[in-house]
């Protein structure tokens, strides 16, 4: 039987109990490492971003770990964390875990306002390159044919769809024309320590994770998150896609960390217990598999005929499409595993069945 996500987050540890960081300050979760939470205008109503005290080419300052997207509120946010956080020293880097907007969003601004430089894995900047410049999966023609080959049917949330082929630059209106590449081992001195890229797949193109040894500190970005489960999709630019072994085998990566390793996630609170919530993970997708398994056994499902199977509760327009990829990486994997076949109907829809 299937623990409940209570049980599940009784199994974790949270070091800071429910302290958060107030409204345009941090919060010190280890030495020179400092914690920021902004608002989201999402279901998902936050996101945990990073101060590292640092110092480079003699100068000593700050290196932020992502943006947050780009609007008037969290500029205002930024400039409050500018004015009583840094201790008057400069933000001297920014590093960006991966190119989703509520983590590259304001990279533009805060490398411009600071004078200072990306850092990010070169997939990513492609992407987000690309995005801020048309669109990269969340709206417009394409992503509107593609889900509507995997089985939504709605019209009028396909004509919302084509309508938001300007989504991912509303949030990411730009991104910097410079970068220096992150890739996985890459050792990065920041403050006197060293920080290993690590790298993962499924959710984003080439997510990076830091970890410092020195420090027992893991910033996972969406890849390893405590409560919710990193949203694993298939896009339209990656129409086959098998991104859930891709996510699934990326996990294996943070398997050799210590135990008691401090884990900093985007969303949600610092916890320790990675080993016990990489295998979480496991167990809830592997749980999602049986399910859709299940559905598929008894019809030839589409992406939008397991979505009741997946996600049992409600879901508006913006949640529809998350969910659409994330069914969709479900099938692919079974498909990929050679458990189901795949076929186009006559309405060009694809339908899995098991073999």
Same mark, same amino acid.
């Given at each position: ?5 209570? *049980? ?18 941090? !919060?010190?979760?280890? =030495? ?16 945990? !971003? ?6 480079? #080419?003699? *100068?000593?300052?700050? /290196? ?42 304001? $990279? ?9 430089? !990306?850092?990010?894995? $070169? ?9 801020? @410049? ?13 889900? $509507? ?8 949330? !396909? ?9 991912? =630059? ?10 220096? &590449?992150?890739?996985?081992?890459? *050792? ?5 320590? &060293? ?26 970005? #969406? ?21 859930? /072994?891709?996510? %699934? ?7 050799? %960390? ?20 990489? @295998? @979480? ?30 996600? =049992?509760?409600?879901?508006? %327009?913006? @949640? ?16 990929? $595993? ?18």
């Amino acid at each position: 039987m299937s623990l409940s996500r209570e *049980q599940l987050e009784a199994q974790l540890h949270y070091p800071l109990g429910d302290t958060l960081p107030a409204s345009g300050r941090s !919060l010190e979760v280890a =030495p020179g490492v400092r914690w920021i939470r902004m608002a989201l205008p999402f279901a998902l109503d936050h996101i945990n !971003l990073w101060l590292l005290r640092d110092e480079i #080419d003699g *100068q000593q300052g700050w /290196t932020v770990v992502d943006c947050c997207i780009a609007r008037d509120e969290a500029k205002a946010q930024w400039e409050a964390i500018f004015a009583n956080e840094l201790q008057g020293l400069p933000v001297l880097r920014v590093i960006v875990t991966h190119m989703h907007p509520d983590h590259i969003g304001l $990279a533009d601004w805060l490398c411009q306002r600071w004078n200072c430089r !990306l850092w990010v894995s $070169a997939t990513d900047y492609a992407m987000a390159r690309l995005g801020s @410049q048309s669109t990269t999966g969340f709206g417009g023609e394409a992503a509107a044919d593609f889900f $509507a080959a995997n089985g939504l049917s709605n019209p009028e949330s !396909l004509a919302k769809i084509r309508g938001r082929a300007s989504y991912y =630059p509303s949030l990411v209106p730009s991104v910097p024309n410079e970068y220096h &590449r992150l890739y996985d081992g890459l *050792q990065v001195p920041i403050g006197g320590h &060293r920080w290993r890229c690590i790298s993962g797949y499924g959710h984003a193109p080439e997510h990076m994770a830091l970890h410092c040894e020195e420090l027992g500190v893991l910033i996972s970005g #969406d890849m390893v998150l405590p409560r919710i489960s990193t949203n694993v999709s298939v896009y339209d630019q990656e129409p086959e896609a098998d991104s859930l /072994t891709l996510f %699934l085998d990326s996990l294996e990566k943070y398997l050799p %960390l210590p135990a008691d390793t401090l884990v900093l996630p985007s969303h949600g609170k610092p916890f320790t217990g990675l080993h016990e919530r990489i @295998q @979480q993970l496991k167990d809830h997708h592997r749980d999602r598999l049986d399910e859709v398994m299940q559905a598929c056994s008894e019809k030839p499902c589409s992406g939008a005929d397991v979505l009741p199977v997946l996600f =049992p509760r409600a879901l508006d %327009l913006h @949640q529809t499409t998350f969910a659409m990829g994330e069914a969709v990486a479900h099938l692919h994997w079974l498909w990929m $595993a050679g458990e189901l076949r795949r076929a186009r109907d006559a309405q060009g829809v694809w339908r899995f069945s098991a073999r």
